[in-house]
C-alpha cells in the first residue's frame, strides 16, 4: 500500500488528515456559515451594522481546521470497539468539550479584539459572567455536534480504507494462489518429459552411442532453460519455441526418418506471451499417440497465427492411419493444459482437440494476444529441429 494514496495510516503518528483537503472542507463550512449569518442579519435589516460579526464566523468555523488533526488522534486512539467502548465514548465527550472550550475561547478573543464595542460577550463567550448559561451551553452543544460529525467522517474513512486494504490483500492473496497453483501444475509437465527423455537415452545409449550424446546436450539445454524460467508463469511464444525445438530435437533422434517436423509460424505471434511449457505437452501427445503407436512417416506440424485477438497455437499430427487413437478424454498432459489455461485466462482460453477420421489430429490452443518481453531470437520458418 502506498501512503501517498491514502489520507490515513493505521499508525496513530502518521494517521493525519491532508492539510489541503482539511483546509478546503472547513473553508467551504466557514464560508457558508458567513453566508447564512449575513442572510439573517440582512432578513431584520440588521446586515450594515452586524456584517463585522457575520464575517466572525469564518474564523470560527475554519478554527476547525486545526482541530481536525487533534480529532483524527482521538479516533485513533480511542477508536470505540468493544470492551472498552464505555470508556473510549466518555473519553471522546472529555475530548468534544476541551476542544470546544479552546476554540471558542480563541474565537471570543479574536472577536473582542476586532470590535470590542459592539459584540455582545453574552453571544461570543463560552466563559462569561453572566449568569444566563443558554448561550454557552448551546455553543458547547454546537461544538460537541461538530467533534462528533468529524469524528464520524474519519471513522468512516479509516473504515473504508479497512476494507479496501482487506480487498487489495485478497486480491494479492488469491494472485499468488493462482500463481502457485499454476506452477504446481507446471511442475507435474517436467518429470513427465524428463522421464521419457531418460529412458531414449537408456535406449540409445547401447544402439546409437552418438545418438544418445546429443541427446543428452538436448536435454541439458532443456533442463538449462526450464531452471531458468521455473518461477515465470508466462513466457514469448519465441521463447517457448525455442524449448520446443530442443524437445523436438530429442524426439527427432528417437524416431530418425519416421518424424518429420514442419514449423509454420506466422512472424506477428512470436513476441505474444504464453504459459510456459504450454505447447511440449501437445508435442508429446501426438508423439506418444500418433508417432510412436504406427509405422510409416509422421509429419508433425507447429502453427501460430492470429485471429481477431486472438492467439492460435496449433499441433497437427499428420500420417498414416493409425489403429488405436484414444478416444476417452484428453489424458494427463492435456489436462493439464486445459487446467492451467483455465487458471490463467478464465474462459477467455480454450484447448480443443479435432480427430480427422484417424488420419490426424489437431490440438488448438486459443487464448487472448497479448505482447510479451521478447528474449530470444525470432523463430525461423523451417524444418530444422535446431
Known amino acids: 500500500m502506498n501512503h501517498a494514496d491514502h489520507a490515513w495510516d493505521e499508525s496513530p503518528a502518521r494517521w493525519t488528515p491532508r492539510s489541503r483537503t482539511v483546509l478546503l472542507a472547513w473553508g467551504t463550512v466557514a464560508t457558508v456559515a458567513v453566508l447564512q449569518s449575513a442572510l439573517q442579519y440582512a432578513m431584520v435589516g440588521a446586515l450594515e451594522r452586524e456584517w463585522r460579526t457575520a464575517l466572525l464566523q469564518f474564523p ?52 473582542i479584539a476586532i470590535e470590542p464595542t459592539r459584540v455582545e460577550p453574552a453571544r461570543l463567550a463560552l466563559i462569561s459572567a453572566r449568569r444566563d448559561v443558554i448561550g454557552p451551553l448551546s455553543r458547547l452543544l454546537s461544538g460537541a455536534i461538530t467533534y462528533t460529525a468529524v469524528a464520524s467522517v474519519l471513522l468512516l474513512i479509516r473504515s473504508q ?15 499468488d494462489l493462482a500463481r502457485a497453483r499454476v506452477q504446481a501444475i507446471k511442475m507435474q509437465v517436467h518429470p513427465h518429459f524428463l522421464f521419457n527423455a531418460l529412458n531414449t537415452i537408456h535406449v540409445l545409449i547401447d544402439e546409437a552411442p552418438d545418438a544418445a550424446r ?54 506477428p505471434t512470436i513476441t505474444a506471451a504464453v504459459p510456459d511449457l504450454i505447447l511440449q505437452p ?21 502453427r501460430t497465427t492470429t485471429v481477431d485477438d486472438l492467439l492460435v497455437l496449433e499441433v ?6 493409425c489403429t488405436d487413437a484414444p478416444e476417452h478424454g484428453l489424458g494427463v498432459g492435456l489436462a493439464t493444459v486445459r487446467e492451467r489455461l483455465g487458471t490463467l485466462y478464465g474462459t477467455s482460453a480454450q484447448l480443443s482437440l479435432d480427430r480427422e477420421g484417424c488420419n490426424g489430429t489437431v490440438a488448438r490452443i486459443t487464448l ?15 524444418s530444422s529441429p535446431g
Open 316 to 321: 497437427i499430427n499428420e500420417g498414416p492411419p
Open 60 to 111: 470560527r468555523w475554519l478554527s476547525w481546521a486545526f482541530a481536525t488533526p487533534v480529532v483524527a488522534a482521538c479516533v485513533t486512539r480511542w477508536p470505540l470497539r468493544a470492551p472498552h467502548r464505555p470508556k473510549q465514548l466518555v473519553a471522546h465527550v472529555a475530548a468534544a468539550c476541551a476542544i470546544t472550550l479552546v476554540l471558542e475561547s480563541l474565537w471570543t478573543q479574536l472577536a
Open 161 to 175: 480504507q479497512h476494507t479496501q486494504r482487506s480487498l487489495l490483500r485478497s486480491a494479492a492473496l488469491e494472485r
Open 214 to 267: 546429443t541427446v543428452v546436450v538436448r536435454l541439458s539445454d532443456m533442463l538449462r532453460m526450464t531452471l531458468a524460467r521455473a518461477t515465470e508463469t508466462e513466457v514469448t511464444l519465441s521463447q517457448e519455441l525455442e524449448l520446443l525445438r530442443h524437445y523436438l530435437a530429442i524426439e527427432t533422434v528417437r524416431f530418425q526418418d519416421r518424424l518429420d517436423v514442419r514449423w509454420d509460424v506466422a512472424t
Open 368 to 382: 487472448p494476444f497479448r505482447p510479451g518481453t521478447t528474449n530470444s531470437c525470432c523463430v525461423a520458418d523451417d
Open 282 to 302: 501437445l508435442v508429446e501427445n501426438a508423439v506418444k499417440h500418433g508417432i510412436a503407436r504406427a509405422e510409416g512417416v509422421h509429419t508433425l506440424i507447429i
